[in-house]
């Protein structure tokens, strides 16, 4: 049985690849007879099909798309006669790989916005998921890294980069995302925000504000954003139930990028607790808006952070996920307490000063101009 099975199995890959092979050359095709006229003075951006799509309708992008808002109020999606290629590696159109090689055959420039690779700790799949990135990055004319801790792990699991390529963290708009002063309350309010694919981003924060309480603090819990590991919804509700939480967390879900500057506006302290996060937008929006950031001493956060937030020491390791201890992460939250209100506002200037969307704008803008010139 087992043997049947397994060629059941190899089947269905097979059929699926062929699948694959078979629409990869239809695409292939279907750009062939695309014309393109090919601008030479100004910068005319395409974002690829499908997120070029998503933006010149309007939809609220999520993820490693948020940024590409930004630039495209700039830099408007073209659909043709366009000089730049701009992709993002976590939102990559299908048979991109095709799409680039067309792309470059006709004169146009590649960027790559490199924002994470997958690795053995987060799939036993990563080398697959890699394959494609490997030929984007040989192929791309620019590749921007959002991080250096970007940059390390693509180095080591996708391959260096032999074209043009920096360093440029993500970017938030500070005037959407600003500190609220609240009254001074006695409740501290800890908020959890983002998707949760991995259960200590929500269960660790649960034990934390039960720890913080039971140590006479007046806390809250806020966790928004989808819960997504298996069983996620059942085991939060029955831990609260345990912990005896329930009216001391709120429970979000899934909110829009319109919504998130209001939702930061109800916090003081953020956790932060994903292992190797590259350059995580959660964190630059929650610091923007005047929020002290938790996490752990992993990833890009110690170059997000810098001296403005906490970062709790964590072992190194591409195999596993390591998280910090519910002590440390509390008494984290403890220690912030007594200089929170300095400890927000140098948030919200660290943000101001390294993370403006119109700073990054123009950075692209003179690496465009660069591109264009040979």
Request: aromatic share 10%; with cysteine; hydrophobic share 40%.
């Amino acid at each position: 049985m087992s043997d049947y099975y397994r060629f059941v199995g190899r089947l269905k890959q097979f059929v699926a690849h062929a699948l694959d092979c078979a629409q990869c050359y239809g695409y292939q095709k279907k750009l062939e007879r695309q014309a393109i006229n090919l601008p030479k003075d100004p910068i005319v951006l395409s974002y690829g099909p499908v997120v070029g799509d998503e933006l010149n309708r309007g939809l609220t992008l999520t993820g490693g798309k948020v940024k590409l808002t930004y630039l495209h109020r700039y830099y408007p999606h073209t659909k043709e006669g366009f000089n730049i290629l701009y992709l993002v590696s976590s939102a990559l159109p299908r048979h991109s790989a095709t799409l680039v090689r067309w792309a470059k055959a006709r004169g146009i420039k590649v960027v790559l916005n490199q924002d994470g690779v997958a690795y053995p700790a987060w799939t036993t799949d990563y080398q697959c998921i890699n394959n494609e990135l490997k030929n984007i990055i040989r192929c791309a004319d620019l590749v921007i890294y959002q991080s250096d801790f970007c940059k390390e792990a693509a180095d080591q699991f996708v391959g260096r980069a032999s074209a043009m390529h920096t360093v440029i963290n993500n970017c938030v708009d500070i005037e959407k995302f600003r500190q609220v002063h609240r009254p001074v309350a006695d409740e501290i309010t800890l908020l959890v925000a983002g998707s949760h694919y991995q259960r200590e981003r929500v269960i660790i924060p649960l034990y934390v504000n039960k720890m913080l309480r039971d140590r006479g603090y007046s806390t809250r819990l806020i966790i928004a954003g989808p819960l997504q590991w298996t069983g996620a919804d059942d085991e939060v509700e029955l831990l609260l139930k345990r912990l005896q939480l329930t009216e001391f967390v709120e429970i979000i879900g899934t909110y829009s990028h319109q919504d998130a500057a209001s939702l930061y506006a109800r916090g003081d302290i953020l956790l932060h607790l994903k292992y190797k996060d590259p350059c995580p937008n959660v964190v630059i929006e929650a610091m923007a808006c005047g929020l002290f950031v938790i996490g752990s001493r992993s990833g890009g956060l110690p170059e997000l952070l810098g001296n403005c937030g906490a970062l709790l020491p964590v072992e190194e390791s591409w195999d596993e996920m390591v998280y910090p201890t519910v002590v440390e992460v509390c008494e984290a939250v403890i220690e912030a307490t007594d200089t929170l209100i300095a400890r927000k506002s140098a948030a919200r200037q660290r943000a101001v000063t390294e993370f403006s969307s119109d700073s990054w704008i123009e950075t692209h803008g003179h690496l465009f101009r660069r591109l264009l010139q040979g």
